[in-house]
C-alpha cells in the first residue's frame, strides 16, 4: 500500500517528550546498536553515545502524548567524543554486516545519486542518508532504519566508509580555526515500518530539533510549477540574445504550446575575465565553460540586453534595456506569465570582481576541497573554480550582494532566479567562520532577499544537493533541481553513452526526490523534444510532478510530443505528489545491475501514475 502522500505528508506531528524518562526504539547495548533484539551495528567504540531522541512521531494525538510524559521514541540522536579537538574529524560508528542499504551520497560537488551495498566497506564517501532494510521474520522483524547526518553547531556531518565494514561518520567546520572534540548529535536515527514515511518523519524530527528550515508541506512552490517552460541553455548557451527568445518563444507559440515560463540562462550578465577592461562584458567569453573563471563587474544586463530597442515607441513603460525586453515579451506573447533569469549563489561562476566601484567590496579566494570532495568526480566547473578563485562578497555584506541584483531584476520585470553554483561556500570559508556560518549568512541574505523581491519562493535552486543546503537553505526554497543536468550528448563523446547518461538522469531524480523533497519540490530540469530519447523523458516529466520545461532550438520541437505535455494555454497537467522510485527498487541498482527495471510512480486524482524503465 502507498503511505500518506497528501500535502503534509505522513500527517505526523513532532511533540517534545520528557527526556528524562524517555527511551528509544533502538539501543546501544554491549557496543551493539539494535533494535527488537536485532543488531544492525556492531563493534560500536566505547567513545559513541546514543541519546533517546526527546522527539516523539506521532499522528495529531497531543493529548495523549500529555498524557504520558515518558515515551518510547523511535529515533536516537548519535555522537563522539574524540581525544583532541580538530576541525575535521572521522569516527567510526559501528560494523554494518549483511545488511542491504540503499543511499545518497556525492557522486559530483553538487550533485547526488543512489547507491546500494550491504556492508560498511560498501559506503561511499560524503554520503548524505542512509536506509537499512527491514527483513521480515515472523514475530520477530527488524524495520526501516535510517541513518541521517545532521548539522551540529559549526560542524556538518556526512558518513563515509571506514576499516573493516565500519561506517565512520565525518565531522568537519571547513576552518581550521574552528575546532571541537565533543558531539552528541551529528547523526539522528529513526526506525519505521514504512521506507517513504520513514524518511518524512525523520526529517520533521530534525526540523524540530535544527530549527533551520522549513519542510515542503509548509511551504508552496512557485507559479511556474504549473506552466510548460522554455529555457534558452541549450539554444544559445552564451550567445542569448533578445532577438533570439522573441523568435524561440513566437515558434512554441506558433506550434501550439505557448510556454508560460521563460528561462533566460547564462549569458545575459555583465562579467569579464580579471585581466580584461571592463568594458568588455565578456563579449569574447561565447564557449561553454570558458565564462567560468569570469566575475560579476555589474548587477545590471550586458550590452546585448540593455542595446534592446523596444519596436514599441509610443505606449508606456521603458523604451530600451531589459525591462523593455519583457515587458514586450510578456504583451506580445499573452501566455508568458513568467520571465526567470540565472546567476550563481555568489554572483558569478567566479563570485564578484574585486574593486569595482558599483559592488559591494570583493576578495579572491583560493577555494580548497575538502578530503570527501576530492574523491567526487572530475568536473570543469570544479576545474575552473579551483584554478581562478571566487570573488567573494564578505558574509556581512551579501545582503547588498543579492539585494543590488534581485532589487535591479524586480524593476525590469523579472519574476524569479534559477540561483545555480550553490554548493560553492564550503570551499572558501576558511577565514569566516567554517562552512556552517557562512552558509548561514549567505542564505539568510539570500532568504531576505528572495521575501522582498520575488514572493518569498520565486527560485529554482541549483548544483545544490548537499545537507549543508538542505539544513540551512530552505527556509524560502521550495523548488530545487534533483538530479544533474540533462546532457543531450555525451561530454566525452561516446554516442552511447549520450544514451546510458539518460538513464543515470533518470535514477538521480527518483531517488534524489526520497530525500530532498521533503525540503524542496523536486525539479526534474529540461530537456529536448527532439532529442533521440525525448519520449522517455517526456513520459518521466509527465509523473514527476514538478514543472515541464525544454531546452529546444529555435524551430527544432517535436510539437506532437509537446502537445501531450502541454495544454492549449500554456499550463500542464500535474500529478498531486512528486514522484518516487517504487519500494522493490529502493535496494536494488537499476543502473548498473543490468536486471533491475527503474519504475517511478506517483499520484493523481484518478489513480497511482506508473512508468517503467
Not at 576499516?163 to 567546520?173: G, N, Q
Not at 558569478?348 to 558599483?358: A, E, K, N, Q
Request: with cysteine.
Amino acid at each position: 500500500m502507498a503511505p500518506s502522500l497528501s500535502k503534509g505528508g505522513s500527517n505526523a506531528t513532532v511533540n517534545v517528550v520528557d527526556s528524562l524518562n524517555n527511551s528509544s526504539l533502538i539501543s546501544l547495548n554491549e557496543s551493539n546498536f539494535t533494535i527488537n533484539d536485532h543488531v544492525f551495528l556492531s563493534d560500536v567504540p566505547p567513545n559513541i553515545v546514543a541519546t533517546p531522541s526527546p522527539y516523539l512521531v506521532a499522528g495529531n494525538n497531543k493529548a495523549a502524548v500529555a498524557a504520558a510524559p515518558s515515551a518510547t521514541t523511535p529515533g536516537c540522536f548519535v555522537g563522539f567524543d574524540a581525544e583532541e579537538p580538530s576541525s575535521h574529524l572521522v569516527v567510526p560508528v559501528g560494523k554494518l554486516k549483511n545488511i542491504k542499504f540503499m543511499s545518497i551520497f556525492r557522486f559530483k560537488v553538487w550533485w547526488t545519486t543512489h547507491w546500494v551495498g550491504s556492508n560498511g566497506s560498501d559506503l561511499e564517501r560524503e554520503t548524505q542518508i542512509l536506509i537499512l532494510d527491514k527483513s521480515d521474520e515472523p514475530g520477530n522483524s527488524r524495520p526501516y532504519i535510517l541513518l541521517l547526518p545532521l548539522i551540529e553547531g559549526a560542524f556538518r556531518a556526512s558518513l563515509q566508509p571506514g576499516a573493516d565494514d565500519y561506517i565512520d561518520v565525518c565531522v568537519e567546520s571547513g576552518s581550521t580555526k574552528i575546532t571541537g572534540s565533543s558531539f552528541r548529535a551529528s547523526i539522528y536515527m529513526h526506525v519505521g515500518s514504512d521506507p517513504f514515511t520513514l524518511v518524512k518523519d525523520a526529517v520533521k524530527v530534525a526540523r524540530t530539533h535544527l530549527g533551520t528550515f522549513k519542510l515542503l508541506e509548509e511551504k508552496t512552490p512557485p507559479g511556474i510549477v504549473d506552466k510548460f517552460g522554455w529555457c534558452t541553455w541549450d539554444a544559445f548557451y552564451l550567445t542569448v540574445q533578445p532577438g533570439g527568445v522573441m523568435e524561440g518563444v513566437k515558434g512554441l507559440v506558433d506550434g501550439g504550446c505557448p510556454p508560460g515560463l521563460v528561462l533566460i540562462d547564462d549569458g545575459w550578465q555583465s562579467i569579464c575575465h580579471d585581466d580584461d577592461p571592463l568594458t568588455t562584458e565578456g563579449m569574447n567569453r561565447t564557449s561553454a565553460g570558458e565564462q567560468m573563471p569570469c566575475r560579476l563587474i555589474k548587477f545590471e544586463e550586458n550590452y546585448k540586453f540593455r542595446d534592446y530597442k523596444s519596436p514599441n515607441k509610443s505606449g508606456p513603460g521603458p523604451k530600451t534595456g531589459m525591462g523593455a525586453f519583457v515587458r514586450d515579451l510578456k504583451e506580445s506573447f499573452g501566455s508568458v506569465d513568467y520571465v526567470y533569469v540565472w546567476h550563481a549563489l555568489c554572483g558569478y561562476w567566479g563570485g564578484l570582481r574585486p574593486g569595482v566601484p558599483s559592488l559591494p567590496p570583493a576578495e579572491v579566494i583560493a577555494p580548497k576541497l575538502t578530503p570527501g570532495l576530492e574523491t567526487t568526480m572530475e568536473d570543469l566547473a570544479v576545474d575552473k573554480i579551483l584554478n581562478n578563485g571566487v570573488g567573494l562578497v564578505p558574509p556581512e555584506m551579501a545582503h547588498e550582494m543579492y539585494e543590488g541584483l534581485h532589487s535591479h531584476l524586480e524593476s525590469v520585470g523579472i519574476d524569479g532566479v534559477k540561483v545555480d553554483v550553490i554548493h560553492l561556500l564550503e570551499m572558501v570559508c576558511e577565514d569566516y567562520g567554517g562552512r556552517v556560518e557562512l552558509a548561514k549568512a549567505y542564505y539568510k541574505a539570500l532568504t531576505s532577499s528572495v521575501n522582498n523581491h520575488f514572493k518569498g519562493n520565486g527560485v529554482i535552486a541549483s548544483m545544490e544537493h548537499c545537507n549543508d543546503f538542505m539544513f540551512l537553505g530552505t527556509e524560502a526554497i521550495s523548488l530545487g533541481r534533483v538530479g544533474d543536468d540533462f546532457w543531450c550528448t555525451d561530454p566525452s563523446g561516446d554516442p552511447n553513452g549520450t544514451f546510458w547518461l539518460q538513464g543515470c538522469h533518470m535514477v538521480h531524480c527518483a531517488y534524489n526526490s526520497i530525500w530532498m523533497g521533503n525540503f524542496i519540490h523536486p525539479d526534474w530540469d529540461m530537456f529536448q523534444s527532439t532529442h533521440p530519447c525525448a519520449e522517455f523523458h517526456a513520459a518521466s516529466r509527465a509523473i514527476s510532478g514538478g514543472p515541464i520545461y525544454v531546452s529546444d532550438s529555435v524551430g527544432k520541437h517535436n510539437f506532437d510530443l509537446l502537445r501531450s505535455l502541454v495544454l492549449p494555454d500554456g499550463s500542464i497537467l500535474r500529478c498531486n505528489y512528486y514522484a518516487l522510485p517504487t519500494s522493490d527498487c529502493l535496494f536494488e541498482d537499476p543502473l548498473h545491475n543490468g536486471k533491475t527495471m527503474l519504475k517511478i510512480w506517483n499520484l493523481n486524482k484518478v489513480r497511482v501514475a506508473k512508468i517503467i524503465k
